[in-house]
């Protein structure tokens, strides 16, 4: 199981940071033996892949809509989406793993909205453990899915805010036709109302480290803008380390992914308190990096490039 660890990838940011600055993102070779990425023969997702969402807790229709809009922005069609930088384009950088695993040019994977459960009488309580994620993300449908788990701000969960924003894993599913599948699943909290300067940052005040002044949401919900984050980077982990030995850096139990090697890195010239150079909303004053579907606007993270071993950014 592979989670948002706020300390450890905080610091390393801040290491990935001042490297930056000193070598124009130019690795040392000590940091390329940390920054590089193996792949530990395990599959990768592929396919057509639902991603199934358990609503845990009180949401708004609005806020369910953020995430979904940026669900369906992430293999959307190029005339739905003429804006760029995209949520699509983003996305389409894990294709990256993919090419290195096979030496395809062509990318089986098709990600898709699929069904939503809502929880709103909090079934399994307001504190909820590890255990109880897996039972909740066990509801949703388990063949070629992802199924995320997203808790309400009123939602309590083990280790959420003192050591992970969010988690994903894997799970032997319900036996259908005869067989058993492996599913993955994600596990995301709003952080609103909890520890916002961990997991909504940069659209709140950081609780430690450089500050400086939060952004504005571009969605206009801290919570929700934060956990777009947070289930980005999660989904980027998920497909190309889904079980738990495909592309990552470190100990299995606390791997560096995707977009966790990146964490605190979304434009050009971030440094530790600062997410870099931005794109503002004129009208708004929003801070985003990705255009969505519906004239949607958001902030995703950078993505680790397994080929040249750096952080990629959209702008």
Same mark, same amino acid.
């Given at each position: 199981?592979?989670?948002?660890?706020?300390?450890?990838?905080?610091?390393?940011?801040?290491?990935?940071?001042?490297?930056?600055?000193?070598?124009?993102?130019?690795?040392?070779?000590?940091?390329?033996?940390?920054?590089?990425?193996?792949?530990?023969?395990?599959?990768?997702?592929?396919?057509?892949?639902?991603?199934?969402?358990?609503?845990?807790?009180?949401?708004?229709?609005?806020?369910?809509?953020?995430?979904?809009?940026?669900?369906?922005?992430?293999?959307?069609?190029?005339?739905?989406?003429?804006?760029?930088?995209?949520?699509?384009?983003?996305?389409?950088?894990?294709?990256?793993?993919?090419?290195?695993?096979?030496?395809?040019?062509?990318?089986?994977?098709?990600?898709?909205?699929?069904?939503?459960?809502?929880?709103?009488?909090?079934?399994?309580?307001?504190?909820?453990? !590890?255990?109880?994620?897996? #039972?909740? *993300?066990?509801? /949703?449908?388990?063949? %070629?899915?992802?199924?995320?788990?997203? @808790?309400? &701000?009123?939602?309590?969960?083990?280790?959420?805010?003192?050591?992970?924003?969010?988690?994903?894993?894997?799970?032997?599913?319900?036996?259908?036709?005869?067989?058993?599948?492996?599913?993955?699943?994600?596990?995301?909290?709003?952080?609103?109302?909890?520890?916002?300067?961990?997991?909504?940052?940069?659209?709140?005040?950081?609780?430690?480290?450089?500050?400086?002044?939060?952004?504005?949401?571009?969605?206009?919900?801290?919570?929700?803008?934060?956990?777009?984050?947070?289930?980005?980077?999660?989904?980027?982990?998920?497909?190309?380390?889904?079980?738990?030995?495909?592309?990552?850096?470190?100990?299995?139990?606390?791997?560096?992914?995707?977009?966790?090697?990146? !964490?605190?890195?979304?434009? #050009?010239? *971030?440094?530790? /308190?600062?997410?870099? %150079?931005?794109?503002?909303?004129?009208? @708004?004053? &929003?801070?985003?990096?990705?255009?969505?579907?519906?004239?949607?606007?958001?902030?995703?993270?950078?993505?680790?490039?397994?080929?040249?071993?750096?952080?990629?950014?959209?702008?």
């Amino acid at each position: 199981m592979a989670s948002l660890n706020t300390s450890l990838i905080f610091t390393l940011f801040l290491s990935i940071t001042l490297l930056h600055l000193i070598s124009a993102r130019q690795l040392t070779e000590s940091n390329q033996q940390l920054l590089k990425f193996q792949y530990h023969k395990g599959p990768l997702l592929s396919g057509k892949i639902s991603i199934n969402i358990i609503w845990y807790g009180k949401f708004k229709p609005s806020q369910r809509t953020i995430i979904t809009d940026f669900i369906n922005s992430l293999s959307s069609p190029k005339q739905t989406t003429t804006l760029q930088p995209s949520v699509a384009t983003w996305w389409k950088s894990t294709e990256k793993y993919y090419h290195l695993t096979n030496n395809k040019k062509s990318v089986n994977l098709a990600l898709s909205l699929g069904a939503q459960i809502l929880d709103e009488n909090y079934s399994l309580g307001k504190s909820l453990t !590890t255990n109880q994620i897996l #039972k909740l *993300a066990s509801k /949703g449908p388990q063949k %070629d899915s992802i199924n995320i788990v997203l @808790t309400s &701000a009123d939602v309590a969960v083990d280790g959420f805010c003192s050591n992970r924003c969010g988690t994903h894993g894997s799970s032997n599913g319900a036996r259908v036709n005869g067989k058993r599948y492996k599913f993955a699943y994600i596990w995301v909290g709003n952080s609103e109302t909890q520890c916002a300067g961990q997991c909504a940052w940069p659209f709140h005040q950081p609780i430690y480290g450089p500050q400086s002044s939060p952004l504005v949401a571009p969605n206009n919900d801290v919570g929700l803008d934060g956990m777009v984050i947070n289930v980005a980077s999660l989904l980027a982990g998920t497909v190309t380390n889904p079980f738990g030995n495909g592309y990552f850096q470190g100990p299995k139990e606390a791997p560096l992914e995707a977009a966790s090697a990146c !964490t605190g890195v979304y434009a #050009k010239g *971030a440094y530790p /308190g600062y997410a870099g %150079d931005l794109l503002v909303d004129p009208t @708004t004053g &929003a801070s985003y990096n990705a255009n969505g579907i519906n004239g949607r606007k958001y902030l995703l993270p950078a993505l680790f490039d397994p080929k040249t071993s750096a952080c990629s950014t959209l702008v």
